[in-house]
């Protein structure tokens, strides 16, 4: 490279290319990103840029070349309060690294890293700093002696900062971090590394050269390992001259936009502003590669995350001034600059745009309770709001603390801001906990082994009989080598005819046998793939080495492909009737139904499920045959595949073709023409959550009981009814007319008995300063029935009327109810119903609200129902006794 185009590497893109182009002429392989959501178990997001590699560092996984570099995409939330205040903290980063499998070391890595930094990035040796382990002499010789880096420069740290550990035992090892000084002029004595503002450190090189066993003890690997990552962000800062990572080309234009939408200047706003600017720039790029990734909002672990990330960057915009829909814009800058180098962006735009803008309405609303929530609180009287409740108010309804503290200091109320501070630190404890470092001890005994075993060959796309040899039994997770008669099993097979669980297909169920041999198989899953096939003994006993045959059964194979191919013409059927931009959310495949989870964001109509289920069954009719053929997944997607959205896919794919219906990719298992399912029926169609519709259908044989039983209770309804099923729809109408006309009946009797309970009480009303109160006990009325009388009642007694009401309402339903009434004219001097009565009930161990003429309560303690009634007559006397007839 010639020092005119090394000049040029300025850009974020550039930096990143010439980072792998460098590492690839040294015959490193360049590794595409791998998915934020990660093969390992332990972790719930991909959290740095070796853990894609950490089977292959543990020797368990084949090493992908002896030397391997990548631009991986990671995501952390456990400092996500310090985004935005930090020059430097993130959610969404991407580390650059170069690995060795057991190749080069400590020498080729320090000089190459040396070679990439000051002759590529053009560096100069002033602004670097080199830290390393204090008993790693080996490393600093290197840097002082073959490098030439001067001694003040090379700064020795203990343990804390540089050895690298992923647990108390494992692989383990020294490391260094290269350092870039803003201010080089202030000199080398007394350096402090921990000065942010002078210090960045851009580039850690790990050497894995130790085991650290249980009692400390360190012993040299076999294989040395190097683990390198270079935050792009960081380094774009430093070539780009900017004063933090948010000014960078690779997120300042998000927030251009954002600041666009504001109608503000970025660079002339308060720093408060600055850091609302900075969030929702760092947080678009995380949600649009999580969406992507196939990470979908909900309440539980990696959707949490989303929401989270989505939930403040409408608030901040809030702050900002922005009042309507704002996200997808941001989001549509966001992947424009990112699309280039992940395509699947661009792939996954109107998935990615239509799950953000969902979730942007959706907590839009939630802010709008929120504050009603807040006003309620403020409402009812109480003198302190509860840290869970501010906190409820601040992580659910995205109301910042100072905001509630606020608000409840205009109403004179206390805020617990010591509980909301605790509330905060339990969050992020298990923020912590869910984006933990990377373990590389492997503590789980079934994960450990699975991946020890080679991939299991499927040979059930061609037959459901086949010859296998077992590789692994489980009991209990727990690898033996034998498994006896009654025992419970997880069998592993070198090639296998059960279709194990994936795709949303489940798994088959079967035998494995041989002549003194017979395992019931009732499950079987892919982990790795690796095919588990989960079993009972019935005879004979189980052995590492035997060789035995799987037999699939036939039948419930033939409906499971049935309900499989008849999912993918549903798809297609809603992509022709709701909308071309319907995906797949999700879907079951079982041997008895099928199950599809698409986004869209109104129900379909019962119009539009009929001309679905028209299309899909004009498909059975025509008899299509099902071409499925292995090809190049971008080839593939040329020819339209439709791939399933969060689904990883290799490089090679396997496409289930429907000629001119439907194409996919998909593994799963499938009829070869479409008559094959004889008929299709949707049996129900529902919302499951924000965005998202679930559809229920059935195939095949299951098609056909489901119209038979729907036939029986016909039936039996035309012999209970005495109508023939045509006549059927009359009289039902009939037999609904009538109820209403009898319930009408009845509802009048309950109104006219009431009428007899309470008409007579007004004149038993106590006068206070001109008001008039009735406090009295009414059993045998319903909630409705109740507050008609104390209405009513005030209607009798005046606009300066107070009237409550409580109650048994029968003898089979033991709790208590409470009406209170007002007329306007005490309303007007300060009286609230809502607030009264919630005093009332709570002497019942009981609640309730209302506006402030009229509310409502319901209490469990029956026998305080006389000492609430007393209070509530003593309670208004007193209050009353200070005005005068005016």
């Known amino acids: 490279m010639t020092s005119q185009l090394i000049k040029k590497i300025i850009t974020g893109d550039e930096i990143r290319n010439a980072f792998l182009n460098f590492y690839n002429e040294k015959s490193h392989k360049i590794i595409p990103s791998a998915s934020l959501i990660p093969d390992d178990p332990t972790v719930m997001l991909t959290i740095a840029g070796m853990l894609p590699f950490k089977s292959v560092f543990l020797g368990l996984k084949e ?86 880096i001067h001694p003040d420069r090379i700064i020795k740290l203990g343990e804390k900062d540089n050895f690298w550990s992923s647990g108390k035992t494992g692989p383990c090892g020294p490391c260094s971090e290269l350092y870039y000084d803003f201010n080089p002029q202030k000199g080398l004595q007394n350096i402090d590394l921990e000065d942010g503002d002078r210090f960045i450190e851009f580039y850690n090189l790990v050497f894995m050269q130790y085991n650290r066993d249980s009692d400390g003890k360190l012993t040299d690997l076999k294989c040395k390992n190097i683990d390198t990552g270079m935050g792009l962000e960081r380094m774009a800062q430093i070539l780009q001259k900017k004063k933090n990572n948010y000014e960078t080309d690779l997120i300042f234009p998000i927030i251009q936009k954002a600041s666009e939408l504001a109608n503000i200047d970025y660079f002339s706003s308060e720093e408060k502003t600055k850091i609302s600017l900075k969030i929702i720039g760092d947080h678009t790029r995380a949600v649009i590669h999580l969406i992507s990734d196939g990470v979908l909002a909900s309440n539980l672990g990696r959707g949490y995350i989303l929401r989270r990330l989505i939930r403040r960057m409408v608030r901040h915009g809030r702050l900002l001034g922005i009042k309507n829909e704002f996200l997808s814009k941001i989001a549509s800058v966001g992947i424009q600059l990112m699309q280039k180098n992940y395509p699947d962006l661009k792939h996954n735009i109107d998935l990615i745009l239509s799950e953000i803008k969902i979730e942007e309405v959706r907590f839009r609303e939630t802010l709008d309770r929120g504050e009603k929530l807040l006003d309620e609180l403020v409402s009812s009287g109480q003198k302190l709001i509860t840290g869970f409740k501010a906190f409820e108010l601040y992580d659910t309804y995205g109301f910042p603390l100072e905001l509630t503290v606020e608000i409840a200091q205009e ?197 539009q499920l009929s001309k679905v289920e028209t299309l899909v069954n004009s498909w059975i009719m025509e008899n299509h045959s099902l071409n499925i053929k292995n090809m190049a997944k971008s080839e593939a997607l040329e020819k339209g595949a439709v791939a399933m959205f969060g689904e990883k896919y290799d490089e090679e794919v396997r496409v289930v073709d429907v000629p001119g219906v439907s194409m996919e990719l998909c593994g799963g298992t499938h009829v070869k023409t479409t008559s094959e399912l004889g008929c299709f029926k949707i049996i129900s169609e529902e919302g499951i959550s924000a965005g998202v519709r679930r559809i229920e259908a059935l195939s095949g044989q299951s098609a056909f009981d489901y119209f038979n039983d729907r036939n029986s209770l016909v039936n039996q309804l035309s012999d209970l009814l005495k109508a023939n099923p045509t006549q059927l729809f009359d009289r039902v109408n009939y037999l609904q007319s009538e109820l209403i006309k009898k319930n009408k009946e009845i509802q009048k009797m309950k109104d006219e008995i009431a009428y007899f309970k309470y008409s007579s009480l007004s004149s038993s009303a106590e006068k206070i300063n001109s008001f008039a109160i009735l406090v009295s006990q009414i059993d045998g009325l319903d909630g409705n029935s109740l507050q008609s009388a104390a209405l009513n009642l005030t209607t009798q007694l005046g606009d300066k009327a107070l009237v409550i009401l409580g109650g048994i309402p029968s003898r089979e339903n033991s709790k208590l109810l409470f009406v209170v009434s007002l007329g306007d004219a005490v309303v007007k001097i300060g009286f609230h119903a809502g607030k009264l009565i919630n005093e009332i009930a709570r002497i019942c161990s009981g609640g309730g609200g209302g506006k402030p003429n009229i509310a409502q309560a319901g209490a469990k303690d029956i026998d305080k129902l006389n000492d609430a009634l007393d209070y509530a007559k003593n309670h208004l006397k007193q209050n009353l006794e200070s005005y005068s007839d005016k």
């Not at 570099?69 to 991407?94: L, P």
């Not at 990439?116 to 080199?130: D, F, K, M, Q």
């Not at 008849?566 to 909308?579: D, E, F, I, P």
């Open 63 to 148: 090493r992908p070349s002896e030397r391997a570099t990548s631009s991986q995409k990671c995501i952390r939330t456990n400092d996500i309060e310090n985004v935005g205040v930090t020059a430097r903290h993130h959610t969404f980063f991407e580390m650059l690294g170069n690995f060795s499998f057991g190749d080069y070391f400590k020498q080729e890595a320090i000089q190459w890293a040396w070679e990439l930094v000051h002759n590529i990035y053009r560096l100069s040796a002033e602004n670097i700093i080199v830290s390393v382990f204090h008993e790693d002499e080996e490393t600093e010789r290197i840097w002082r002696e073959e490098i030439g």
């Open 411 to 607: 109403n004179s109320i206390d805020v617990d801001v010591k509980g909301f501070e605790k509330e905060m630190y339990a969050q992020k404890e298990r923020a912590k906990a869910a984006t933990s470092n990377i373990d590389l001890t492997l503590e789980g005994s079934l994960e450990r082994e699975i991946d020890l075993f080679p991939q299991t060959v499927f040979t059930g796309y061609d037959a459901l009989l086949s010859e296998a040899e077992i590789k692994g039994v489980f009991l209990d997770s727990t690898l033996v080598k034998q498994a006896s008669e009654g025992q419970k099993v997880l069998i592993v097979l070198d090639q296998t005819s059960f279709y194990g669980e994936s795709g949303g297909q489940v798994g088959d169920i079967g035998s494995i046998f041989s002549k003194d041999l017979e395992v019931f198989v009732d499950n079987v899953i892919r982990k790795k793939n690796v095919f588990l096939h989960y079993g009972l003994v019935k005879k004979g006993i189980l052995n590492i080495g035997q060789k035995v045959k799987t037999k699939v059964n036939a039948a419930n194979r033939a409906k499971a492909a049935a309900n499989h191919t008849a999912t993918h013409l549903l798809q297609s059927a809603l992509k022709t009737v709701v909308n071309e931009s319907v995906g797949q959310k999700g879907s079951l495949v079982a041997f008895n139904k099928l199950r599809f989870d698409f986004n869209s964001s109104h129900p379909i109509s019962k119009d």
